[in-house]
């Protein structure tokens, strides 16, 4: 299907464990993004791609790692979990650094 | 600090009426703003945007106005709909996107 998933929706693991969420769009959107969504923060931006290879920080990267091997794909990985990534977490996509295209979320539990 | 402040956490507006959503910055160098609404357990979807050499932006129901001496935007939807139940991201650009905290709008019959 076209457009931008992200996998898994759902998923609580333990702290100190790694995980890994996933994305993918189809568009062949240049940019695509990670952002947070936490109560009375909005949303913030963990790390962006400009392009296959290209990545670069946002406003909260902290235990987080990104990597983009191909055009259509940009996985986040969390190192070694902490409760404090408890969230939801949302992956974008889009051609120019406006507007957007979002996924639909994964709910992550820290426990 | 938020570059980016929704002051008003929530809004309740009667079916019909006009929602009016407001969104202040604090940066001059954003050049370009945007509305996303965002229903629960989905993602963010884009509504409408603005340019920052433009004072409104019109589609439809939805209207945005940007005071950049001010620096404030607003969103304006008329009429208000029970499908406009959502929560409402303001976002300005300047390379990359800030977000606001969001308003709830909630519209009642």
């Known amino acids: 299907d076209a457009g931008i998933t992200q996998s898994p929706r759902y998923k609580i693991t333990e702290t100190g464990r790694q995980v890994t969420l996933m994305c993918h769009q189809t568009w062949s959107h240049s940019y695509m993004f990670w952002y947070r969504q936490d109560l009375g923060h909005g949303l913030r931006l963990i790390y962006y791609s400009a392009a296959a290879d290209i990545t670069d920080k946002g406003e909260v990267p902290d235990g987080y790692v990104v990597s983009r091997s191909k055009t259509e794909n940009f996985p986040l990985t969390l190192e070694s979990a902490t409760r404090s990534q408890t969230s939801v977490y949302f992956c974008?996509?889009?051609?120019?650094?406006?507007?957007?295209?979002f996924g639909p979320g994964t709910r992550l539990t820290v426990t | 600090d938020q570059q980016v402040k929704q002051n008003s956490p929530s809004l309740s507006v009667q079916e019909g009426r006009i929602s009016i959503l407001n969104c202040d910055y604090t940066?001059?160098?954003?050049?370009?703003f945007l509305w996303y609404k965002k229903y629960p357990a989905e993602g963010p979807t884009f509504l409408i945007s603005i340019s920052s050499i433009k004072d409104k932006n019109e589609d439809g129901r939805f209207t945005v106005f940007l005071n950049k001496s001010a620096k404030h935007l607003s969103l304006h939807i008329v009429p208000s709909q029970p499908g406009d139940s959502a929560v409402y991201f303001c976002?300005?650009?300047?390379?990359?996107?800030?977000f606001g905290t969001g308003t709830r709008l909630q519209v009642f019959p």
């Open positions: 940066n001059s160098m954003f050049d370009y």
């Open positions: 974008a996509s889009s051609e120019g650094a406006t507007e957007q295209y």
């Open positions: 976002a300005a650009s300047f390379n990359k996107l800030i």
